[in-house]
């Protein structure tokens, strides 16, 4: 018997997932790199609360605070990094 994979539209849609992920790396790596912590934070908390899915990474670093206003300039620098 033959073995067929038959892998002509999934070798694409692989391909395209990964240069999606390529791209998000390697934005991220850009900003990271050319933004200063005070600039990451504005746009990642443009508001007066955290968003939900944010809140996990704050208890992953041990942050207890839930008012983007109250973080140090220390902890500010951990969320954004």
Sequence with gaps: DEF?????GDIHAIT?????LAAAIDAR???EATQSDAALFRR???GDTFARGM?????KLKISKR???E???DEIS???R
Excluded: G
């Design 4 to 8: 067929n994979l038959h892998l002509t």
């Design 71 to 73: 973080l140090t300039q």
């Design 55 to 59: 809140v996990p990474r704050l208890e």
């Design 78 to 80: 951990r969320f954004v």
């Design 44 to 46: 990642l908390c443009p």
């Design 16 to 20: 395209a997932a990964n240069n999606l």
């Design 29 to 31: 790596m850009f900003h």
């Design 67 to 69: 008012n983007p206003r």
